[in-house]
């Protein structure tokens, strides 16, 4: 039967249930499981058919706790009741131009609150939200609206210029939405005056209650992943519903806590803090401005923050580049940090636990794109014993270490991590081949290599496609990388191999120092030699300010490699 624009055919075998899905005509092979539904904990929102919609949390919220403050943007503060009255114009405004289920919405906004409430309006309307990094350039922009043939283009006022340039009928683009504000109380200034929103003006502001599917794609996150084409991650309302469940679970969230958010809404992370806080009717506070720590870290005491996130250089940077040490005892209502978005060296971890106030619990969790966010965390209280795992399955998920015949491998043996669970993507976009490589009758093939030990904790050892061979030898740059940071000399690393006419291939990498001195690259190479076997050591290593990113604050191996390439033939003395 057709539901939405979505056929679902089903071949069934004894091992598995497969879907295909054609959007667009196109077919895309997703994967269906069984998988038992989480524990028996209540959540703050409810869990039957009705509510497995993504946008049901702001409007659940927004029943219990309209005067409340829902999310903070530098002066500007907006309320429950509010953001909900402004996503239910936009949705109507959709619906009025033609949007209907399973149609690509792509938003082009910076972290703030028109990003909010346009991300749940898509929703409300039954479009499926295809949020864009900012800094998209606009041949890269028109390309992927090519892809996606979108219904509607959402921009913010700062993208309308590269908007408006673009070539819409061969984008294929219906219709361009400017989401601008004006100030309706132009005597008022400061952040209390209330803004208006002129394409949204005359749209109705109540619940537009459309009957959607929860199984059905509710958005499309892009990731370039470690092979560096984007792929376009769908996943579906039930898909997320259920790991913000299993994240509000294991974080006990509650209404009384306030998310400071440095991490772009884009990014999967991103989304999963807006998401899990808008479910218990919590307060989102919006920072694009963690580049100078000292403002965050006084916002962080001031609006009573209960709890931060972010990837491993966030953390990096808050250790080595901030006055923590001096906000230490200000930090009073902070009860968590949570790091996720990659492999964070020991000796940052160690750090952060003597720095944090004894009151904050530090959770490492990891996951990815293709599971709506989250795998799995270390429980706080066993991060002391555990400190190199990635943790245990949250609720909802089963994982399993499996050699490359498929095989299930017991404790201690390395194999791939396989995941699965109702939070596991429904397929990639527009990329059958590329679907089939990581989802199969196991689950979704992470592509990270690891081991589960005898208390069913799991660790990664490295990823697949990041090992680097030298001299005969298969090396894992991780490993490198966190002796150079447990030399105390380093705020970043990254280490890749570069070509060399006698060894084939020979280890380089760029540092951050904390402090550089003539010592420093020497103190870390000698560092090195005492704890590393001689053919893991370095050959070169580049003093650098800052190691190239992705959008999502990850380490970027490809431009880094570039950057060392450009620079190691114009610097002397700087490189070993």
């Not at 539901?3 to 054609?22: E, Q, T």
């Not at 979108?150 to 361009?176: N, W, Y």
């Not at 923590?324 to 952060?352: F, N, V």
């Amino acid at each position: 039967m057709p539901r939405h624009g979505i056929w679902s055919i089903y071949f069934v075998s004894p091992l598995a249930v497969n879907k295909r899905l054609p959007y667009s005509g196109r077919s895309f092979i997703i994967r269906h499981f069984d998988i038992p539904s989480p524990g028996t904990w209540k959540p703050a929102f409810d869990m039957n058919i009705a509510h497995r919609l993504i946008h049901r949390f702001l409007e659940k919220s927004a029943d219990l706790y309209p005067d409340k403050v829902a999310v903070v943007h530098e002066k500007r503060r907006a309320e429950y009741s509010r953001v909900n009255r402004l996503a239910n114009q936009l949705a109507y405004c959709l619906l009025k131009s033609g949007v209907r289920p399973g149609d690509r919405v792509v938003l082009l906004c910076e972290n703030s609150i028109e990003y909010v409430f346009c991300y749940y309006g898509i929703l409300k309307a039954g479009g499926i939200v295809v949020s864009l990094k900012p800094d998209i350039r606009p041949d890269g922009l028109a390309e992927l609206l090519k892809e996606l043939e979108p219904k509607v283009l959402i921009v913010s006022t700062k993208f309308e210029k590269t908007a408006r340039s673009l070539d819409r009928a061969r984008s294929r683009l219906d219709r361009l939405l400017v989401i601008g504000t004006r100030l309706s109380d132009q005597g008022g200034g400061g952040g209390d005056s209330r803004l208006y929103y002129e394409e949204l003006a005359g749209h109705p502001d109540g619940n537009p209650n459309l009957k959607i599917d929860p199984n059905s794609c509710a958005t499309i996150i892009y990731t370039s992943g470690s092979a560096g084409k984007p792929k376009g991650v769908m996943l579906s309302h039930a898909n997320i519903v259920a790991n913000t469940h299993s994240i509000v679970e294991y974080l006990e969230l509650t209404s009384d806590d306030v998310q400071m958010d440095v991490l772009p809404f884009f990014y999967v992370m991103g989304k999963s803090l807006l998401n899990t806080h808008f479910a218990v009717g919590g307060t989102v506070i919006i920072n694009n401005k963690f580049a100078f720590t000292a403002s965050a870290l006084k916002q962080i005491a001031e609006e009573g923050v209960t709890g931060f996130s972010g990837v491993p250089s966030t953390y990096a940077q808050l250790l080595f580049r901030s006055p923590i040490a001096q906000y230490r005892d200000r930090l009073t209502s902070l009860r968590y940090c949570s790091q996720a978005g990659g492999h964070m060296p020991k000796h940052i971890k160690l750090e952060l636990i003597k720095i944090l106030p004894s009151h904050t619990r530090l959770f490492i969790m990891y996951g990815a794109t293709e599971a709506s966010a989250r795998l799995t965390y270390v429980p706080p209280e066993r991060l002391g014993s555990k400190l190199d795992s990635i943790g245990m399955p949250i609720s909802g998920v089963t994982m399993k270490v499996l050699s490359p015949e498929g095989k299930v491998l017991g404790p201690g043996e390395i194999g791939e991590l396989v995941a699965q669970g109702d939070n596991i993507m429904l397929g990639y976009y527009k990329d059958v081949e590329g679907t089939k490589r990581v989802l199969d009758h196991n689950g979704y093939h992470t592509g990270d290599l690891g081991y589960v030990d005898e208390e069913g904790f799991f660790y990664v050892t490295g990823r697949k496609d990041d090992q680097i061979k030298v001299g005969g030898h298969r090396l894992n740059p991780r490993e490198i990388e966190d002796i150079v940071i447990e030399s105390g000399q380093a705020v970043e690393c990254i280490i890749f191999a570069i070509e060399d006419a006698i060894m084939g291939h020979r280890l380089a990498g760029l540092v951050v120092p904390i402090r550089e001195t003539s010592e420093t690259r020497r103190t870390i190479l000698d560092y090195c030699y005492q704890k590393l076997p001689k053919y893991k050591v370095p050959a070169s290593l580049l003093m650098v300010e800052t190691i190239p990113k992705n959008s999502t604050g990850k380490p970027d191996r490809p431009k880094s490699l570039e950057l060392y390439e450009k620079s190691v033939g114009k610097e002397t003395g700087h490189h070993a």
